[in-house]
């Protein structure tokens, strides 16, 4: 680090800290990489939010999955999976503090779970045994029904 002191009035003094180039003064950058997963496989599309100080853009992914943010200041951002019409249906990830570093390509993973809804069974499950042995037992009823009735009409008639 260069320090300067002033010890005569008036004087000028000129300040570089990169020679011939003048004072040099650039914030530290770093680059943040966001990979898209899902239980079903799908990745294009989906939106992210990134906000930090004075910083808040969204951006979506591409047909891989990713979104590849260059030069972000360093510092701490949050990511945020945005809900719209491609990521409904999904269990959208809570939030993601992330703090970027000097030169650095930090990468966030973020996973998506399809959401089921276990619909419940209606009808009948068809039993072909069960619809079987009804219709023996019916026949067996009607069989028995008939003799029987045969039986009493000659009782009856002697």
Do not use: C
Not at 9 to 32: I, M, S
Not at 34 to 41: A, F, L
């Amino acid at each position: 680090m260069n320090y300067i002191m002033i010890d005569t009035d008036g004087k000028t003094y000129e300040v570089e800290n990169e020679a011939g180039k003048g004072f040099y003064n650039q914030a530290f950058r770093g680059n943040l990489k966001i990979v898209k997963t899902s239980s079903d496989g799908k990745v294009e599309g989906f939106s992210f939010r990134i906000v930090g100080d004075n910083y808040d853009k969204t951006f979506q992914t591409d047909a891989n999955g990713e979104i590849f943010i260059e030069n972000l200041r360093v510092g701490k951002y949050t990511v945020i999976e945005v809900e719209d019409s491609v990521s409904a249906g999904y269990k959208r990830p809570d939030p993601v503090t992330v703090e970027l570093v000097k030169d650095e390509t930090l990468t966030v993973n973020v996973h998506n779970d399809k959401v089921t809804v276990d619909v419940p069974k209606t009808g009948d499950d068809f039993n072909p045994w069960m619809w079987v042995g009804l219709i023996a037992a019916s026949a067996a009823g009607l069989g028995t029904s008939i003799f029987w009735a045969k039986k009493r009409k000659k009782k009856d008639t002697k």
